[in-house]
């Protein structure tokens, strides 16, 4: 996925973060911050549960990125660097450099090489061959995964486009760090197939296989393509289909047919689904022809969510959305409105403060901060309507952010519930009075 965005200027060391424009739609936010050390400035991207992904400056991005039409560079790639979540850890990233990577296309590339945690301790490093393509994951508890890579080429395809693709063969299970000949998980196999532009092939992954749960040889499934190079047909190791027929033509809209058979053919089920221009699911229609729900996108706040869901009955849901994502109002086929209410007092992408549903008591949440953990839900109190009296569950965490305790409202027995949790064995946990 590519999304555009923009910023007013560059950040500098009097002005070190400036904030970038994203489309509508988009649950997150963005800034460019300057790096001292270089004086130059890098990308931090946060996302609605305030985990966010930082990435190397930008005197540090490598290569190109291809333009689709004519092979000439269109833009650099800036790796992320680290990835913190909402209270403060995070893990880090290193990389090499690699000039014949995927043939030199993008110029010299980095390759993710290890995976580190807060103390600089590696979480995971990746053995790589000598143009970048990745051997070994091993992580810090002895324990690797191999990989085998074959190069491929093309037919009909002309410079500066690749003549040829390194891509995966195999993979091994999980075995000791330093296992010769391990036991494979997965192998790979490729076809040459059209790439929709005159009478070029590239390949194309054909078959996927796993050690047969029969306990002898294979079991290997195949993916089929049509003259476009669109996926036709996935069938399994037990030879049952999925077929995905392009029906626009005959439905006048981008309708695609999707239909499962048996081994022999025969048809199981039957779906055809719609989509706009956007690629939203507009449409979904049975076997027997009969519309199962239908939806429209319409907001210009959140162009990928549905305004409206009518379902086989002709019974309609209305929605509205922020520009986040966020879920404003959903009005049932019956007319009730159920309203949320989002805040950007703490966290400029909003959090749900309260949900009403009609007149009735809402239900309001309480959060830490900066971390964003719930802190507290306060409910409509049972066989209570639209009095406005809640009661409350509150809910503690430890340094790390992992939940250790729950207090809910009690029962005639006793006035409050407390739940704790331990981390230290994930199957551990205590409830009491």
Same mark, same amino acid.
């Given at each position: 996925m590519k999304i555009a965005f923009s910023t007013t200027d560059v950040p500098t060391g009097t002005t070190p973060h400036v904030a970038c424009t994203l489309?509508?739609?988009?649950?997150?936010?963005? +800034?460019?911050?300057?790096?001292?050390?270089?004086?130059?400035y890098s990308f931090t991207v946060t996302d609605a549960d305030r985990s966010s992904w930082?990435?190397?400056?930008?005197?540090?991005?490598?290569?190109?990125?291809?333009?689709?039409?004519?092979?000439?560079?269109?833009?650099? %790639?800036?790796?992320?660097?680290?990835?913190?979540?909402n209270v403060g850890n995070y893990v880090t990233f290193s990389y090499?450099?690699?000039?014949?990577?995927?043939?030199?296309?993008?110029?010299?590339?980095?390759?993710?090489?290890?995976?580190? !945690?807060? !103390?600089?301790?590696? %979480?995971?490093?990746l053995g790589l061959t000598s143009d970048g393509y990745i051997t070994s994951a091993n992580d810090r508890y002895g324990r690797s995964v191999?990989?085998?890579?074959?190069?491929?080429?093309?037919?009909?395809?002309?410079?500066?486009?690749?003549?040829?693709?390194? %891509? %995966?063969?195999?993979?091994?299970?999980?075995?000791?760090?330093? +296992?010769?000949?391990?036991a494979v998980r997965f192998t790979y196999g490729y076809g040459q197939y059209s790439n929709g532009d005159g009478n070029e092939t590239v390949p194309y992954l054909h078959t996927i296989?796993?050690?047969?749960?029969?306990? +002898?040889?294979?079991?290997?499934?195949?993916? #089929?393509?049509?003259?476009?190079?669109?996926?036709?047909?996935?069938?399994?190791?037990?030879?049952?289909?999925?077929?995905?027929?392009?029906?626009?033509?005959?439905?006048?809209?981008?309708?695609?047919?999707v239909e499962k058979r048996?081994?022999?053919?025969?048809?199981?089920?039957?779906?055809?689904?719609?989509? !706009?221009?956007?690629? #939203?699911?507009t449409k979904e229609i049975?076997?027997?022809?009969?519309?199962?729900?239908?939806?429209?996108?319409?907001?210009?706040?959140?162009?990928?969510?549905?305004?409206?869901?009518?379902?086989?009955?002709?019974?309609?849901?209305?929605?509205?959305w922020d520009r986040f994502n966020h879920l404003l109002t959903l009005t049932t086929p019956k007319g009730t409105v159920t309203t949320n209410t989002w805040s950007t007092a703490n966290f400029a992408l909003g959090e749900l403060?309260?949900?009403?549903?009609?007149?009735?008591?809402?239900?309001?949440?309480?959060?830490?901060?900066?971390s964003g953990q719930i802190a507290a839900v306060y409910a409509p109190i049972p066989g209570e309507s639209g009095t406005g009296n809640r009661q409350a569950t509150t809910y503690s965490y430890d340094f790390v952010g992992n939940l250790t305790q729950v207090l809910s409202p009690g029962n005639d027995a006793v006035s409050q519930h407390s739940t704790t949790l331990s981390t230290k064995t994930i199957s551990t946990y205590r409830t009491s009075a």
């Open positions: 489309p509508n739609g988009y649950p997150m936010l963005m +800034t460019a911050d300057f790096v001292s050390s270089t004086a130059g930082t990435t190397l400056p930008k005197s540090q991005a490598f290569g190109t990125s291809p333009d689709s039409s004519t092979g000439a560079a269109s833009a650099q %790639l800036a790796p992320v660097a680290r990835i913190s979540d090499a450099s690699y000039s014949t990577f995927n043939n030199g296309v993008n110029g010299t590339a980095k390759r993710l090489t290890g995976i580190y !945690d807060s !103390d600089g301790t590696a %979480l995971l490093t191999y990989y085998g890579v074959g190069t491929y080429g093309t037919t009909n395809v002309s410079a500066p486009w690749q003549q040829s693709f390194r %891509l %995966l063969n195999n993979v091994s299970q999980i075995v000791p760090t330093g +296992t010769t000949s391990p296989a796993v050690p047969s749960p029969t306990g +002898t040889g294979m079991a290997t499934a195949t993916i #089929n393509y049509d003259g476009s190079g669109y996926v036709s047909s996935v069938i399994d190791g037990n030879g049952n289909g999925t077929f995905i027929i392009d029906s626009s033509a005959v439905a006048g809209t981008g309708e695609t047919t048996d081994p022999s053919g025969n048809v199981v089920s039957r779906r055809k689904v719609q989509f !706009d221009g956007a690629m #939203n699911q049975n076997g027997l022809g009969q519309t199962v729900w239908t939806a429209s996108f319409s907001s210009p706040n959140a162009p990928s969510r549905p305004s409206s869901i009518t379902d086989g009955n002709g019974r309609t849901w209305q929605a509205t403060v309260e949900t009403q549903t009609g007149s009735k008591t809402s239900t309001q949440y309480a959060y830490n901060e900066p």
